[in-house]
Nanobody
Framework: QVQLVESGGGLVQAGGSLRLSCIASGLTAFKNYNMGWFRQAPGKEREVVTAITWPGTSTYYADSVKGRFTISRDNTKNTVYLQMNSLKPEDTAVYYC??????????????????WGQGTQVTVSS
């Protein structure tokens, strides 16, 4: 049974930082999956934040988070991270990690991902 479990969310003031973690279990081999972070704010569609290839050599960032967020992974720990700096109120959302087993480039559409975590709430106060 595949499980992705996010942690690290919380309440932070604008300009602050948070580090999210996503631990995977039950995947045939975590290192074979491209991973992504998505977010969904109330009343909005789920959107991609960032993604990373299975060896960690290529990344994608949404324009809204470039220069502020950093994705990384540790395949020895089956974990992907999202370091979020200079947080803004508009970053407030539930953040989800997701796994893509196809390994064909970096995908940004939610329906292209195969497994999802339950999400962790990030709230940025002004």
């Amino acid at each position: 049974q595949v499980q992705l479990v996010e942690s690290g969310g919380g309440l932070v003031q604008a300009g602050g930082s948070l580090r999210l973690s996503c631990i995977a279990s039950g995947l045939t081999a975590f290192k074979n999956y491209n991973m992504g972070w998505f977010r969904q704010a109330p009343g909005k569609e789920r959107e991609v934040v960032t993604a990373i290839t299975w060896p960690g050599t290529s990344t994608y960032y949404a324009d809204s988070v470039k220069g502020r967020f950093t994705i990384s992974r540790d395949n020895t720990k089956n974990t992907v991270y999202l370091q979020m700096n200079s947080l803004k109120p508009e970053d407030t959302a539930v953040y989800y990690c997701a796994a893509d087993m196809t390994r064909i480039g970096l995908r940004v559409a939610p329906d292209e991902y195969d497994y999802w975590g339950q999400g962790t709430q990030v709230t940025v106060s002004s």
